[in-house]
């Protein structure tokens, strides 16, 4: 009688304590990309590394904003996670523009790899390329080669002012992960000055440093591994989101370029079948490496970085740079004043990085699950 009666009182304290307990430990996370059709690997490792997200935002990046917001639409849908929300973004960034991009490159030189900024070109699009340059309203669907999407992106607020409002409602708990431009986190942390401080990390992709005689010397495909389109297509906003006062920074840009696919992975995967794994099979480009990915892998799973150090960082905002829109950076001593350090990742486990895509790609979460 005795364990029959307290039992129950005892399971109902530990459950309310387990809850609290619980509800401070989660991980969450808000994902900001420039999303495409091959794109959604990086929100299924979070989901499999039991991260809950909060919502997908779209950027201008790879290609305008409210092509790739449609793209995230899509590929949610292709999996049934129509649950998560997609939060349009900013689509210019703070200052820059393709002419004045295209003007700097005439004076700096070309880039391998310009993004939403190369010259609009209607021949590219009919053939199921995303849209660049011209006007940054217009829909390309013959790029949804994952199918057009049926819903629309929820335009109840916006990218900026979702991060703000949910770093308010769980602080410290939430990841903003960014692996596109980096002008939605500029705005957030300009509109709330307790934005960056209330979120757990700020995990980027891009911010390559050192590599320019290897841009001079290599292939143009190896130039174009090292154009760091992400923090080049707005500097501003770059300098602004890697300076604000986040708990930490980590930065996965050489670290980017060290894992690519490769036929054999790709087809391993494509062992068991599912929507993503027949997206990523028929559609993932074994040209580039696993960048969005290895950033996705560190937010979820930090210990999966093999050498990291602690480097101050600044983003070159000078127009008339040829390093405009590049990270410089110092140690402590040699640091100018009004920049932060930030973590800068050199090497990952390649194994463990491989086997989480995996994971996540042939049992991904749906809403399902989510429930």
Avoid at 131 to 150: H, L, Q
Avoid at 217 to 245: C, F, H, R, V, W
Avoid at 299 to 308: F, K, R, W
Wanted: with cysteine; hydrophobic share 40%; aromatic share 12%.
């Amino acid at each position: 009688m005795h364990w029959s009666v307290s039992l129950p009182l005892l399971g109902s304290s530990m459950l309310s304590l387990a809850t609290g307990a619980f509800a401070r430990d989660k991980h969450y996370a808000i994902m900001d990309n420039d999303w495409y059709t091959a794109g959604f690997v990086p929100y299924l490792i979070a989901l499999d590394g039991d991260v809950e997200v909060l919502g997908l935002a779209s950027d201008t990046a790879n290609s305008w904003q409210p092509q790739v917001a449609l793209h995230a639409v899509a590929t949610l849908e292709a999996g049934n996670l129509s649950c998560i929300p997609v939060y349009p973004g900013a689509t210019w960034p703070l200052i820059n523009t393709p002419q004045r991009f295209q003007a700097w490159e005439t004076i700096h030189g070309k880039l391998p790899w310009e993004g939403a900024f190369a010259p609009e070109n209607k021949t590219f699009e009919a053939e199921g390329n995303d849209p660049t340059s011209g006007d940054p309203n217009r829909i390309v669907k013959a790029a949804f080669k994952e199918g057009f999407p049926k819903g629309k992106p929820n335009n109840s607020t916006s990218a900026a002012n979702f991060m703000v409002d949910m770093v308010h409602k769980y602080p410290g708990q939430v990841s903003i992960y960014s692996a596109g431009a980096l002008t939605n986190i500029a705005l957030a942390v300009r509109m709330d000055p307790q934005f960056a401080s209330l979120a757990k990390e700020l995990v980027i992709m891009g911010g390559y440093v050192d590599l320019n005689l290897l841009e001079a010397t290599g292939s143009i495909m190896q130039a174009d591994y090292q154009s760091d389109i992400n923090l080049m297509i707005d500097p501003e906003a770059s300098k602004i989101a890697l300076t604000a006062d986040f708990p930490n920074i980590t930065i996965a840009g050489n670290v980017a370029n060290q894992e690519f696919p490769t036929r054999e992975f790709v087809d391993e995967i494509y062992q068991v079948r599912n929507p993503y794994s027949e997206l990523f099979h028929d559609y993932y480009d074994l040209s580039f490496p696993f960048w969005d990915e290895t950033a996705a892998a560190l937010m979820v799973d930090p210990s999966i970085a093999t050498n990291q150090t602690s480097v101050f960082l600044d983003v070159d905002t000078s127009y008339g740079s040829p390093n405009y829109g590049n990270i410089h950076v110092y140690q402590k001593a040699l640091a100018p004043a009004g920049i932060r350090e930030v973590n800068y990742v050199f090497t990952v486990d390649g194994d463990k990085l491989r086997q989480r895509i995996k994971h996540a790609l042939q049992y991904p979460k749906s809403c399902a699950d989510l429930s």
